[in-house]
């Protein structure tokens, strides 16, 4: 499957099962597909970049992802770096590195 595809079948995805990130001001894009490794690479920013339960929507959606596109096997989410998305980028920083939700799963 070529790069566009998957890159287009992850941005359905994430836009149709994780609508509350657009809902609640936070953004997301899909920065890579590597078809050849079955990765992706997802940033997310806007008000998720502050938010207490995005480590939770990260989790979910490298759980997830690949379990719902053929062709992608490994997620990573990661902070983004648009202008606009760094509403507080050092708690950020901070969520990724947390544990505390690892085993939690969302409805998402």
Known sequence: MSAQSLKQQTQNYLT???PQIQQHGG???????????????VAIGG???GCGI???TMNAIESRLPESIDGI????????????AAVM????DEMESMTEYEDYSPPL
Do not use: I, L, W, Y
Request: hydrophobic share 25%; charged share 30%; net charge negative.
């Open 16 to 18: 149709n099962n994780v």
């Open 27 to 41: 953004s997301f894009e899909v920065r890579d597909v590597d078809p050849e490794r079955g990765h992706a690479t």
């Open 47 to 49: 008000t998720c970049s």
């Open 54 to 56: 995005a480590p939770m």
């Open 73 to 84: 096997d490994t997620v990573e989410v990661v902070r983004s770096t648009q202008p606009d």
């Open 89 to 92: 980028p050092s708690k950020t």
